[in-house]
């Protein structure tokens, strides 16, 4: 059942990426991101109300690290993601998603001090020189020009704003449980992302309602936010952090047969190129790198799982 769980998860986050570029004429960006949480939180908040209330000690203790990680999640990695599948492919979008852990490696070495070996460096390079590909489409003259493609580089920075909020993660004070702590980011996103739907709005950028963008904003709530947080949880609970992990790279595959059944979108060269080199990057730098420390100190592992 767990595997079951952590597949849906991912599968629900792949249908995030290709819902946002389905509605994109329709639905502004920041407007599409306040809806999404907005109607979220109207579901969840009667159970987590009670939890902030019990909880308001430790969150007032502790506001300007939740502040900061409620910016980093809820607010920047999704607002930066539906900017940038405005003008890129859900497939770009979905790929350069599987970077996340060789960004987090780097961050965590550079910032935390942690020993990386010299094959996980090796893979970093590999990864990011697959991130490079999408983002140039394949094309070096845009690697000469540094004419990128505007959409991708929004989801760069949303990738690099999921980087820093799960290294900061760690920062997370524990008496907080993980629903209070859910719900607290998305009170936070909601409130933070108000003023910049109402500006969008002000600016002449309005949402089309039907039936299909209405139906895809009730999916992003309920679907890639909320189940995805139960059955992430469930997952991680039954098979520990590090098997879980691994379950975030089927997240391009997904993308990618996803893009092509409901968006009609081309798979070409490059994307295939990038593919490979992201994923051969994962392997040296995450994969390898368990490898090592697991026969380096197989009992402390055993005992953390």
Same mark, same amino acid.
Request: aromatic share 14%; glycine share 8%; with cysteine.
């Given at each position: ?7 849906? =998860? ?19 960006? *920041?407007?599409? &991101? ?33 502040? *900061? *990680?409620?910016?980093?999640? +809820?607010?920047?990695?999704? !607002? ?28 965590? !070495? ?9 094959? /996980? ?19 070096? /003259?845009?690697?000469?020009? %540094? =004419? ?12 690099? !704003? ?17 629903? =209070?702590? %859910? ?10 992302? %108000? ?16 039936? /299909? ?11 890639? &936010? ?33 893009? +092509?059944?409901? *968006? ?7 994307? %295939? ?6 994923? &051969? ?25």
């Amino acid at each position: 059942m767990p595997y079951f769980f952590l597949t849906m =998860t991912v599968l629900f986050w792949a249908g995030n990426f290709v819902t946002a570029r389905g509605i994109h004429d329709d639905f502004p960006p *920041l407007t599409m &991101s306040f809806m999404r949480w907005g109607l979220a939180l109207l579901i969840i908040l009667p159970f987590v109300l009670p939890r902030i209330r019990r909880k308001w000690p430790v969150i007032r203790a502790n506001l300007p690290i939740l502040l *900061l *990680l409620s910016l980093l999640s +809820v607010v920047c990695f999704n !607002s930066f993601i539906y900017l940038g599948v405005q003008t890129t492919q859900a497939t770009n979008a979905t790929l350069m998603q599987s970077a996340i852990p060789i960004i987090i490696l780097l961050m965590t !070495s550079v910032f935390l001090g942690e020993t990386v070996m010299r094959r /996980q460096w090796l893979g970093v390079f590999i990864s990011l020189a697959g991130v490079i590909m999408l983002v140039a489409q394949g094309d070096l /003259q845009t690697l000469l020009t %540094f =004419t990128f493609n505007k959409g991708d580089l929004w989801i760069l920075a949303g990738v690099l !704003s999921w980087a820093a909020y799960s290294v900061m993660l760690r920062l997370k004070p524990t008496e907080l449980d993980g629903f =209070t702590f %859910f719900g607290l980011t998305v009170i936070v996103g909601v409130i933070v992302l %108000f003023p910049f739907m109402l500006w969008e709005f002000l600016l002449g950028a309005r949402p089309v309602w039907n039936v /299909q963008t209405v139906s895809v904003i009730v999916y992003m709530a309920i679907c890639p &936010s909320i189940l995805s947080y139960i059955f992430w949880n469930r997952g991680v609970a039954e098979l520990g952090a590090a098997k879980a992990g691994l379950f975030i790279h089927l997240l391009p595959p997904f993308g990618l047969i996803l893009s +092509v059944i409901f *968006l009609n979108e081309a798979v070409e060269a490059f994307h %295939f190129i990038g593919f490979g080199l992201i994923f &051969s990057g994962i392997y040296l730098a995450i994969i390898t790198g368990r490898q090592h420390n697991e026969k380096k100190s197989p009992a402390s592992l055993n005992a953390a799982e």
